[in-house]
């Protein structure tokens, strides 16, 4: 049986001033899909994710998650989860109620909490750094950590701005793995942008381009390396050619 | 070059402490001409004006202003910093809280002084209070508008995102946060409070009696002994504020 679609947009517009920074989206999202949309600096991606969050208004279009027109609501109640370039810990809480805070916001009994988080823990590989606090951590540490807190709240779409952006190369892979199992663990619906060629290459099922505010999406991965304005043939040239 | 270090650092610290030094001999000693190395005589009666008497009562107003103003300055500065910082004309706004800074606080206080005047806030504490705090409020402004970042903006947005609302991202994250650079603004309005003088005298009419205005009293009166008790006193709660307050920076 296909996944039933859980994001519809369209022709969602958004202006700042006289520039502007997103022209027509239209695209949809399945349960479990993971789209990632490759874009420049200033292609308007991440005023695309911010709209579908409602931290920012669009001009015009439509968002519409299973079935339910949510420009008017609040980010609280969208169940959308927002996660940035940089990890974002609460510095005044160690790590484990760091992971715990969407659990505490809705008043989730204690021991539940506990059962929960330390299992999520556990998957993160940082069951030995729970009561640290986070600039005790490491780059992929505080990573995992923000990762965890965004799972723990079962968002119906998870919206990654350039999530590996500060780590390492090392660390970035290791990240993306963990992250494309915990996704699969927890049903996850992701929209990830990036820059980065090769990190769309690797997290992403379904593929789309930012340009400029106007998205093009792809049918097929192949279609996606095949078009020469993705860059992925270049690339692929440039290390053959080094080969 | 350790020694070097340490005699520059006490060089320092000796010249930081002299002026204490010299107004604790001025405030106890009597009868200290020249050529005399040393005062005459020690003398307990400027030292127990603090606990009775004009000084003692200047005290007492003097911290009750101060902590007015900080209070009401940190928090009102903490609000508008806020909204400041997340406002399209971010920079004009900012511009206008430098305003009572460009301008000498005297000559903002003789145009002020009009209205207060009018509103008949001369010669009391709510109208001394309420200049005091126009000056105070400016400074909580400018020095919280960098503390509400991107990053906070950002911290905020994912509370909310993960679920929370308004209430819940102040009570269990941006306050929670903030404490240092509240605390921080606290003793910093309270010192410009503190020391305050042109603005006190002009709005409070002579009539206000705070610690600055009492030690150009006495030095009017060229009554030396109570001059450096007073200036004694308005130092002190500055020197601990200030040691306090570094500790905290610090730690936090």
């Keep these: 049986m296909a996944p039933s679609v859980l994001v519809v947009i369209q022709n969602l517009s958004k202006r700042f001033g006289n520039a502007m920074i997103l022209q027509d989206i239209s695209f949809s999202l399945h349960r479990g899909d993971l789209l990632a949309i490759l874009g420049r600096s200033g292609s308007g991606k991440t005023t695309l994710l911010k709209c579908l969050a409602g931290l920012e208004p669009p001009d015009s279009g439509q968002i519409v998650v299973d079935g339910q027109d949510v420009r008017r609501l609040k980010p609280q109640v969208r169940g959308m989860v927002y996660l940035y370039q940089e990890p974002l810990l609460f510095p005044h809480l160690n790590v484990f109620e760091n992971v715990a805070f969407g659990l505490r916001l809705k008043k989730i009994a204690e021991k539940e909490v506990k059962t929960q988080v330390n299992a999520l823990i556990e998957q993160l590989g940082l069951a030995d750094q729970a009561h640290k606090a986070p600039h005790q951590l490491s780059g992929g540490q505080k990573q995992r950590a923000s990762f965890g807190r965004a799972l723990l709240v079962k968002p119906r779409l998870l919206l990654l701005d350039e999530p590996f952006a500060s780590l390492d190369v090392e660390i970035r892979a290791q990240m993306q793995t963990l992250f494309l199992n915990l996704a699969k663990t927890y049903h996850t619906s992701t929209l990830l942008v990036t820059h980065d060629l090769k990190e769309a290459l690797i997290m992403g099922k379904r593929f789309g381009l930012m340009q400029n505010g106007s998205l093009k999406l792809y049918e097929t991965p192949q279609a996606f390396i095949q078009d020469e304005q993705t860059g992925v043939l270049r690339e692929m040239a440039f290390w053959q050619g080094q080969g | ?252």
């Design chain 2, 1 to 252: 070059m350790r020694i070097l270090n340490k005699l520059v650092f006490g060089g320092l610290v000796g010249l930081g402490l002299l002026p204490l030094g010299l107004l604790t001999v001025w405030a106890l000693g009597e009868g200290w001409h020249f050529p005399h190395l040393w005062p005459k005589r020690w003398s307990s009666t400027a030292f127990l004006q603090i606990f009775s008497g004009k000084m003692g009562e200047s005290l007492w107003l003097s911290t009750w202003i101060s902590t007015c103003v900080a209070v009401f300055a940190t928090a009102f500065g903490y609000i508008t910093g806020h909204f400041v910082s997340h406002h399209p004309l971010k920079k004009w706004l900012l511009r206008l809280a430098y305003l009572p800074f460009v301008s000498s606080p005297v000559i903002l206080a003789t145009c002020l002084l009009f209205l207060f005047i009018k509103i008949q806030l001369v010669g009391t504490i709510l109208g001394v209070i309420l200049a005091q705090w126009m000056f105070a409020f400016s400074f909580a402004i400018v020095f919280f508008v960098p503390f509400w970042s991107p990053q906070m903006k950002a911290i905020e947005e994912l509370v909310y995102t993960l679920g929370g609302t308004a209430l819940q991202a102040m009570r269990h994250v941006l306050w929670p946060m903030s404490i240092a650079a509240l605390r921080m603004c606290f003793f910093q309005t309270f010192l410009i409070s503190w020391v305050q003088y042109g603005i006190t005298l002009m709005v409070g009419g002579g009539e206000i009696q705070t610690l600055p205005v009492l030690v150009y009293f006495y030095v009017n009166e060229a009554n030396i002994t109570f001059a450096a008790m007073a200036s004694l006193v308005l130092m002190l709660p500055a020197f601990i504020l200030m040691t306090v307050n570094r500790r905290h920076v610090w730690r936090d």
